[in-house]
T-cell receptor, first 116, second 111 residues
Framework: GAGVSQSPRYKVAKRGQDVALRCDPISGHVSLFWYQQALGQGPEFLTYFQNEAQLDKSGLPSDRFFAERPEGSVSTLKIQRTQQEDSAVYLC??????????????FGPGTRLTVT | KQEVTQIPAALSVPEGENLVLNCSFTDSAIYNLQWFRQDPGKGLTSLLLIQSSQREQTSGRLNASLDKSSGRSTLYIAASQPGDSATYLCAVNTGGFKTIFGAGTRLFVKA
């Protein structure tokens, strides 16, 4: 079956522009996670959705970052007024169950964002 | 605050060698620990998941152990192959929604 997909795969934005990154989780997966991965580092947690409810957004680095999952399936991560420090790979992951990631997380290929 | 450290940061070995990757974490109160593989330009693939009550998990040539009391996990790869070349990431969950990752070990297996 289809895995987690993300689009676009690559995005170049000028500083100050707004960007929107899309994640399509595996069909029927309840939980959805967003991570930010800087070059040479491990992913860092940004936010968690259980269906359409955003239960944890403690990892969002500033109020310029906003995520939504209005129908409990596709999710969008929006970054307003992008800064150079936002350059990173943004990863999305999903699991079939709710709550803590007690099961394997299935990751998408990521969106590489470069802010110039 | 939970911190995850992986040693070594990079490793180069000849094909066929057995090797061990190390992961340490500062807070032993973990829910589970996962080992992931990441290929360049791609997402993460889960290799092994060890629940806090378990001591080890095995999958094919891979074996992961967990020692919660000492805050350590090891990933053992037997008979390494060039296709094993990738970055290996260790990650812990302490019961909330967050998974805390190490920076990874970049492995290169020479043919």
């Amino acid at each position: 079956g289809a895995g987690v997909s993300q689009s676009p795969r690559y995005k170049v934005a000028k500083r100050g522009q707004d960007v929107a990154l899309r994640c399509d989780p595996i069909s029927g997966h309840v939980s959805l996670f967003w991570y930010q991965q800087a070059l040479g580092q491990g992913p860092e947690f940004l936010t968690y959705f259980q269906n359409e409810a955003q239960l944890d957004k403690s990892g969002l680095p500033s109020d310029r970052f906003f995520a939504e999952r209005p129908e409990g399936s596709v999710s969008t991560l929006k970054i307003q007024r992008t800064q150079q420090e936002d350059s990173a790979v943004y990863l999305c992951a999903s699991t079939p169950v709710a709550g803590a990631p007690a099961y394997e997380q299935y990751f998408g290929p990521g969106t590489r964002l470069t802010v110039t | 605050k939970q911190e995850v450290t992986q040693i070594p940061a990079a490793l180069s070995v000849p094909e066929g060698e057995n090797l061990v990757l190390n992961c340490s974490f500062t807070d032993s109160a973990i829910y589970n620990l996962q080992w992931f593989r990441q290929d360049p330009g791609k997402g993460l693939t889960s290799l092994l998941l060890i629940q806090s009550s378990q001591r080890e998990q095995t999958s094919g040539r891979l074996n992961a152990s967990l020692d919660k009391s000492s805050g350590r996990s090891t990933l053992y790869i037997a008979a390494s192959q060039p296709g094993d070349s990738a970055t290996y990431l260790c990650a812990v969950n302490t019961g909330g929604f967050k998974t805390i990752f190490g920076a990874g070990t970049r492995l290169f297996v020479k043919a």
